[in-house]
């Protein structure tokens, strides 16, 4: 019913949205079956008992459940004020889409890129907040210390999801 509706949208937001995306949905469930009966039958396996089995395939299906995207959904409209073409780069300051922190390290814990994410996030805001508005970086060395990351506070432990970026560069290929 409901599930299986939202799923199929889920699937749509990964095709290319023209004339065969019905086929792409199609090759896109093929691949979480193909998914889904792999890992049900690897802890089966490793670990020989169905209770392992069925642990498994709970854990598996909470996380699906549970995880949402890193992209703002299709409704959500973001204004970036105008920026100064001497900025790097411009992001808006909307506040609606955002992630707990705590909960996003969880959710794709066995993903390499979220190793070690939470101590190196706090690092990379201490850094910045360390060296200021100096733009040369001259401090970008300081290796912050244990006291340091314990004493900087997240505001209600929240990430912000944007859906735009602008980014300032010049280009030199006319």
């Known amino acids: 019913g409901e599930l299986e509706h939202r799923r199929l949208k889920r699937f749509y937001a990964h095709t290319n949205k023209n004339a065969k995306f019905v086929s792409q949905i199609a090759k896109h469930q093929r691949r979480e079956r193909f998914v889904n009966k792999a890992h049900k039958q690897a802890p089966a396996a490793q670990q020989g008992g169905a209770a392992a089995a069925r642990q498994a395939n709970a854990r598996l299906l909470m996380t699906r459940e549970t995880v949402r995207p890193l992209r703002p959904g299709r409704d959500v409209a973001e204004i970036i004020e105008q920026s100064n073409p001497g900025d790097h780069h411009a992001i808006s300051s909307d506040q609606r889409t955002h992630m707990d922190i705590t909960g996003f390290v ?10 070690n994410f ?10 910045h907040l360390h060296t200021g508005a100096d733009p040369s970086g001259a401090d970008e060395e300081y290796e912050p210390s244990f006291e340091d990351l314990a004493a900087l506070r997240i505001r209600h432990n929240r990430m912000y999801v944007h859906k735009r970026m602008l980014v ?5 290929d006319m």
């Open 106 to 115: 969880h959710d794709n814990e066995g993903d390499p890129a979220v190793k």
């Open 118 to 127: 939470a101590r190196d996030l706090r690092v990379h805001l201490f850094q």
């Open 168 to 172: 300032n560069y010049t280009s030199y």
